[in-house]
């Protein structure tokens, strides 16, 4: 199995940019989908991003389409969250999680659809 662990989070201004890392160990990040969830305090857990396993295929949250960008570095076994235009209301502990890919193509964005979760790095954005 996999396990991951992100970093990347702390305090940003809003209108700052982040960027979260999330870096497996124990298998090759290639064989995995991937995703990046966040929860807000007092809100239930909520899709951000995701990623095919092929890398050749993204998906967006609302909240995320426009300002955020997901990427994956397989050589290095690491996929990204790019974080720009940040607002308070992006305040959340942000997770990375992998889906044993049947569908290489596939872009899975429902939270039972993943198999591995990471710990989840806070970013808080000040206003």
């Known amino acids: 199995q996999v396990q991951l662990v992100e970093s990347g989070g702390g305090l940003v201004q809003a209108g700052g940019s982040a960027r979260l890392s999330c870096a497996a160990s124990?298998?090759?990040?290639?064989?995995?989908?991937m995703g990046w969830f966040r929860q807000a305090p007092g809100k239930e857990r909520e899709f951000v991003a995701g990623?095919?396993?092929?890398?050749?295929?993204?998906y967006y949250g609302d909240s995320a389409k426009g300002r955020f960008t997901v990427s994956r570095d397989n050589a290095k076994n690491t996929v990204y969250l790019q974080m720009n235009s940040l607002k308070p209301e992006d305040t959340a502990i942000y997770y990375c999680?992998?889906?044993?890919?049947?569908?290489?193509?596939?872009?899975?964005?429902?939270?039972?659809?993943?198999?591995?979760w990471g710990q989840g790095t806070q970013v808080t954005v000040s206003s």
């Open positions: 990623i095919s396993q092929n890398g050749e295929n993204s």
């Open positions: 124990g298998r090759t990040v290639s064989s995995y989908a």
């Open positions: 999680a992998a889906n044993r890919a049947f569908l290489n193509y596939r872009v899975y964005v429902r939270q039972p659809d993943y198999d591995y």
